[in-house]
DNA sequence: CGCGAAGTTGAGAGAGGTCAACTCCGGTGG
DNA sequence: CCACCGGAGTTGACCTCTCTCAACTTCGCG
């Protein structure tokens, strides 16, 4: 499970250097409000998207209107990309002032088709996609909530802080996480509690998060 | 539910077109036995890779020794796509006579510099690569296990077959299903069971499959 | 101050895991 | 040809973990 949380660890440094020139020239800035919509599930999937601040989420809702957080895009993560012509899920800005940048994405293809560089930026933002979707499809299997939640922490802090000690401010809710991780408000709760109990992490205001011990996930 | 099962449709008609000919020629077929390793965890991410016949399974160990399966690749999907320069999980061929085409990451990647259409190819796989493990993400949730079950073999049905009423033999055991539903194997086993009951599939001799009625899971 | 959203904690119920027994099937060897 | 074996699959009984429902606290904001 450390492994795993592990997975994510390359990203952001690949993923946080800019386009090329040309690339951003294409580019446009939006700026969400908290819980604003991106783009919905169902529209023409014409643009790629980046998050430059802030945090957005990828929501799926379930026939029984339940909804289900596909993943998280901090500052640096690409999004946005389909194979088909329609997105399977809407995104969201979880927080005020979250700013996401805009790539058309037909222009995009044609400007790369000249622009090995380029290509390769994409290439590497897709498979960092994927490593980020296979990475949650491993903590989402039949762990127990104790350990979801703490691997869940583990990446955040990770990926917020790019150290694995550093103290963070979780940026979404503790409704988002249990969306994420499939599993109650409640037990997300008493997993933050009991890992706090326990010495696992430390937790000063309810968002103010630190690893402090990868062994103490038994309390 | 019925939604996320046909988030795969596309793949198969799109992904099974042939890579140019330059592509092919520097393809390798590796010809595998049941359970045989395509490539290890921490393998150096040195290839790329399709499956051109036959079922190949990608596999994650738990730090508690469960076995996790990410995804199952059929023929015309490609594979081994890493941002990083290892791969976070092994390969593993599901049945006998499975048949994988491996292509040198590097060679391609330059070839594709000045290839557009190879470009695209490429882009695409990882792009289908992308939603077929944010279909599973979507099924994985805290759905219950009969409908878990269900979208499996839904999903199955219609990556084998490319229609959604034929009947298929599944080319995975129970355990296999179990690993990658993250359900035990006595659930999967019930769960089928349930849903021969009910008549929402029929189910012949334990691997040969159909769907019957999509609205019949409450059984 | 008061309101609503976020968060915590408790008690009871239901779904799935675990353990175990048993059947079915294909292969192997006497 | 048949006995034996092991893996796959099914079914049952029990137990644990998480969800649900509910009450309550805390926080931020008008």
Redesign the interface.
Known sequence: ????AR?S???AT?SRQLGSAAMESLATVMRCQRGETVYEQGDRSEYWYRVTSGLARKC?L??EG?R?I??FSLPGDFFG????DAH??AVEAVIEGTTVTRYPRRQL?LL???D?QL??L???A??????R??????I????TALEKVFCFIADMVERLSHETTAAVVLPMTRYDIADYL??SVETVSRSLTRLRHSGAISLLDGRRVRILNEQRLSG
Chains 1, 2 share one sequence.
């Not at 499970?1 to 795993?4: F, K, N």
């Open positions: 499970m450390l492994a795993t997975l660890q390359d990203h690949a799926a379930t026939p339940r289900r596909i993943e990309f389909s194979a088909r399977a899920c293809e790369a088709d000249g090995p290509q390769r994409i290439r590497d897709a498979f960092q996609g994927i490593a979707l296979q990475a949650r499809n491993v989402l299997g039949p762990t499939s599993l």
